[in-house]
């Protein structure tokens, strides 16, 4: 019946391309509410949507909005069971009444919906990130500005950097997509490249958020060297040439 429900639920949002809790409540009347916010954060983890304050909206209808591919959600229905087991370790490295940096990634965004309602001060350049932290309580919430990705729904360039020049940061999650032990972690896109450069130059602690699929993969723009990290987030071993020069350069693995 689950998954009968949800795939209705998809067709909904496929003919109207967003929809309110309150609204849905009407084409299930022997559902809960609770029992469809459970669907919508389901089909959110999935992929196929994004939540918004008391509804949710297509992830379709938000890239034809831009005008792109959705590649973002394309993205986020990869390797979700690792992506999840990384999100459950990293939620105990969150540290409350600190400042906290979120970098944009669909692992990052695992790790947002996960996070208990608490005192955190978080900064982010991720657009969806932010939209689910402000739905917990207790969670002050600072969104960087500048140019928007739209495949990564990530802000960046010159104007991030600036507003980013004024902020402290105590620990930062990040995101990567790929890993060589010649070029360190690497992204496809330069203004990204750069705003994670000068993201780790400004915080007193470091932990990265990479799951083993993307090891061995060199992407165009490096940010940051294995000595630069302090925390190493993964799902499960590293090859065994890769551990061992992390831990030479006093890198914590933990999976």
């Not at 022997?30 to 469809?36: E, H, I, K, R």
Request: aromatic residues 8%.
């Amino acid at each position: 019946m689950n998954d009968f429900r949800r795939q209705k639920i998809l067709d909904i949002l496929e003919q109207k391309g967003e929809i309110q809790l309150q609204k849905l409540k009407e084409f299930f009347p022997d559902v809960s509410t609770m029992t469809l916010r459970r669907d919508l954060i389901a089909l959110e983890k999935e992929g196929h949507l994004i939540r918004t304050h008391g509804g949710a909206i297509s992830t379709k209808k938000l890239w034809q909005l831009t005008g792109q591919e959705d590649e973002y959600s394309k993205r986020a229905q990869e390797n979700i069971e690792a992506k999840m087991k990384i999100a459950n370790i990293a939620k105990g490295l969150v540290e409350k009444n600190r400042s906290i940096y979120f970098d944009a990634g669909s692992t990052i965004m695992c790790l947002a919906k996960i996070l208990e309602s608490d005192n955190y001060t978080i900064i982010t350049s991720g657009l969806n990130i932010a939209l689910e932290l402000v739905k917990k309580k207790n969670v002050f919430v600072v969104m960087l500005g500048g140019i928007v990705n739209s495949n990564t729904l990530s802000v960046s360039g010159p104007n991030a950097i600036f507003s980013l020049d004024r902020m402290n940061i105590d620990i930062a999650f990040m995101s990567a997509s790929g890993f060589c032990l010649e070029t360190g972690f690497s992204v496809s896109n330069a203004y990204e490249g750069d705003l994670k450069r000068r993201i780790i130059d400004r915080s007193q602690k470091v932990v990265m958020l990479m799951d083993t699929s993307k090891v061995g993969k060199n992407m165009p723009f490096s940010y940051a060297r294995l000595e630069e990290i302090d925390i190493w987030v993964c799902e499960k071993a590293l090859p065994e040439d890769i551990e061992k020069a992390a831990r030479e350069s006093g890198v914590e693995i933990l999976y």
